[in-house]
């Protein structure tokens, strides 16, 4: 393999390291902070008992009765604010009923609003509960109906329920909201009864099946917390049903059982995270929890308990919880966590290791979004910045490639000089860069470094719930969706859908076209094997972006349309790149 073949298969190997290999390079090197022990519970049951926690069990009731019937059986709270309409349920003291305003199910404009939770015994039911669990004390329980002062929770005008047992010990329940998506419960147990009594308050999440959206290496989906100094994105929904996770749960979840899975931690956050949205118990940042996930069937709970509290006759004992619930809008969040000191809640996306890259990205992006008002111009525009940034190192890559180019049939020579002495070989074209002032990886430049902004863009796209149904022009009306228009059914003329692999939209075309161009405008290979992989590498490039964003295709076509006038200029200050390469070989060079 001659020296321009070694850089080539070096250029990709280091590429594969950078897209696939660097999770596993940076754990190795930097591993995540030892998280807090796993504690062991109780097995989850179905009759209504607590568990080592202080929680109740899962909530295993499985229906699937027809929602307006089940919202309608129990009396209830309204939830009206900017961002979210829903209901409380008296009945628990539960957020069970919520769709999220600005987030339609379609990219049509009159779609139904995303809906988020659903209550028990509806298909797919999801929603929060609240309460204390007593110790010798009756408790408030899911079959609890509790008495409300208003009828309505509103942004600024909270709502307050209240339940009482036999005893003389009186609950509340203070329910908050904000504009947006964040909850605050006010709890609080006062003790009426002429003894002292044990409680402790908790919080769950439950939801039932499993979500659409795949959890993969790029993205996790599922279970997800913050136990200690960093997010735990090692709990899968299979774990937790008591069976392994897949070759990379178990690389990066080494220390993670199957089934229940406990921590004791001060503060942090836990819930389900989907791609684009979130629920997240927020407990007092200062109070010692017990908090974890676990399972019943294909039913899923997040709950975390407080250290248990004594309450003496006549005293109060109060605990504040708050409940995200909605889109994870990657401003909201991050006002989240620095105005409402929340540890880590920025991890609830999960940007990976490439967080440095795609977060700057991901601003700069909605900035010439918010600036436009067109996202797919926006990507535009962030393409044209990244390669005037890239410019000057791209002048040093041509450069060097005109001085490879000029050496050529000096290292063709020492080739053909000592082909049956490889080491020599080596030796003396090493010796003939030096002599020339050549770097062979200087063309390899401005190509790595668009690796990461690539993959970047890519995960912004995936993750960004700003991104989602943006249109662009014509029939690109979902930048973060694959191209939906494709020759091979005639455009959608022929009543049949492709399968994935072949159903090449016109974007993804387009981006082979000026993949073809672009190389076409690099000077040839001497070597045959380069030119054959060079002239298919285009339309292999075409098939494996198809199924890709076309937000991401349009940022590389952009970016390859600039680099074909970029070497027009460059190619008029460095016209011995255009010279054809002699195609017999040069002098050999005398024996020393």
């Given at each position: 393999m001659n020296q321009e073949n070694r850089n080539m298969v070096l250029f990709l190997a280091i590429a594969a390291l950078i897209l696939v290999g660097w999770p596993i390079v940076a754990q190795t090197l930097w591993p995540a902070p030892k998280r807090p022990a796993i504690t062991k519970t109780t097995p989850v049951a179905d009759k209504p008992v607590?568990?080592?926690?202080?929680?109740?069990?899962?909530?295993?009731?499985?229906?699937?009765?027809?929602?307006?019937?089940?919202?309608?059986?129990?009396?209830?709270?309204?939830?009206?604010?900017?961002?979210?309409?829903?209901?409380?349920?008296?009945?628990?003291?539960?957020?069970?009923?919520?769709?999220?305003?600005?987030?339609?199910?379609?990219?049509?404009?009159?779609?139904?609003?995303?809906?988020?939770?659903?209550?028990?015994?509806?298909?797919?039911?999801?929603?929060?509960?609240?309460?204390?669990?007593?110790?010798?004390?009756?408790?408030?329980?899911?079959?609890?109906?509790?008495?409300?002062?208003?009828?309505?929770?509103?942004?600024?005008?909270?709502?307050?329920?209240?339940?009482?047992?036999?005893?003389?010990?009186?609950?509340?329940i203070k329910f908050s909201v904000d504009a947006d998506y964040m909850f605050t419960i006010d709890q609080s147990i006062g003790n009426g009864s002429a003894a002292p009594v044990t409680a402790r308050p908790y919080g769950l999440v439950s939801r039932t099946g499993l979500p659409k959206d795949p959890d993969s290496w790029v993205n996790h989906v599922g279970p997800i917390g913050v136990f200690g100094n960093g997010a735990n994105y090692d709990i899968g929904y299979p774990n937790l049903q008591g069976t392994d996770r897949s070759f990379f749960g178990s690389v990066f979840g080494a220390n993670v059982k199957p089934g229940p899975?406990?921590?004791?931690?001060?503060?942090?956050?836990?819930?389900?995270?989907?791609?684009?949205?979130?629920?997240?118990?927020?407990?007092?940042?200062?109070?010692?929890?017990?908090?974890?996930?676990?399972?019943?069937?294909?039913?899923?709970?997040?709950d975390f308990a407080t250290t248990p509290v004594k309450v003496q006759p006549g005293k109060v004992a109060r605990q504040t919880t708050r409940f995200f619930a909605g889109a994870k809008e990657v401003r909201l969040i991050d006002k989240y966590q620095d105005q409402g000191n929340i540890v880590n809640f920025d991890k609830a996306i999960d940007w990976g290791w490439f967080r440095i890259v795609e977060k700057p990205i991901f601003y700069y992006l909605d900035f010439l979004f918010r600036l436009v008002g067109n996202f797919g111009v926006a990507i535009i525009l962030l393409t044209i910045?990244?390669?005037?940034?890239?410019?000057?190192?791209?002048?040093?890559?041509?450069?060097?490639?005109?001085?490879?180019?000029?050496?050529?049939?000096?290292?063709?020579?020492?080739?053909?000089?000592?082909k049956d002495d490889k080491p020599r070989q080596q030796q003396e074209i090493m010796a003939l860069y030096k002599a020339e002032g050549v770097n062979p990886l200087g063309g390899c430049g401005p190509t790595l470094l668009q690796i990461p902004v690539m993959y970047a863009l890519y995960k912004v796209l995936?993750?960004?719930?700003?991104?989602?149904?943006?249109?662009?022009?014509?029939?690109?009306?979902?930048?973060?969706?694959?191209?939906?228009?494709?020759?091979?059914?005639?455009?959608?003329?022929?009543?049949?859908?492709?399968?994935?692999?072949?159903?090449?939209?016109?974007?993804?075309?387009?981006?082979?076209?000026s993949m073809y161009f672009q190389f076409k405008m690099n000077p040839a290979p001497m070597d045959e094997a380069q030119k054959q992989v060079f002239a298919i590498m285009p339309w292999m490039l075409m098939f494996v972006m198809a199924p890709f964003a076309v937000g991401l295709q349009l940022y590389w076509?952009?970016?390859n349309v600039l680099t074909i006038l970029q070497q027009r200029l460059l190619y008029a200050r460095h016209p011995e790149m255009l010279v054809a390469t002699p195609k017999t070989p040069a002098k050999p060079i005398p024996k020393k």
């Open positions: 607590t568990s080592a926690a202080g929680t109740p069990v899962v909530d295993t009731a499985k229906t699937n009765r027809d929602r307006r019937v089940v919202l309608a059986e129990t009396p209830r709270v309204l939830i009206v604010t900017p961002s979210l309409k829903g209901s409380i349920n008296l009945k628990g003291a539960r957020i069970d009923d919520l769709v999220l305003l600005n987030h339609r199910q379609t990219i049509d404009k009159k779609s139904a609003p995303e809906r988020l939770l659903s209550p028990s015994g509806t298909e797919h039911s999801y929603f929060a509960g609240f309460g204390w669990a007593g110790d010798g004390i009756a408790a408030p329980d899911k079959n609890t109906v509790w008495t409300a002062d208003a009828p309505a929770l509103i942004p600024g005008k909270p709502v307050t329920l209240r339940w009482s047992n036999a005893q003389g010990v009186s609950f509340q899975n406990y921590f004791d931690n001060k503060g942090g956050w836990l819930g389900f995270g989907d791609i684009y949205w979130l629920t997240a118990l927020i407990p007092d940042q200062n109070a010692q929890v017990h908090a974890g996930f676990r399972a019943a069937g294909d039913t899923f709970q997040a910045t990244i390669r005037g940034l890239l410019f000057p190192i791209a002048q040093r890559q041509f450069a060097s490639m005109a001085k490879m180019k000029a050496i050529q049939p000096k290292q063709k020579a020492i080739q053909e000089r000592y995936l993750l960004s719930t700003e991104m989602r149904h943006q249109p662009f022009v014509l029939w690109i009306r979902d930048l973060a969706a694959p191209d939906p228009l494709t020759p091979i059914n005639l455009f959608g003329l022929l009543p049949f859908t492709p399968p994935v692999f072949i159903a090449i939209g016109i974007i993804p075309i387009l981006l082979g076209v076509i952009t970016s």
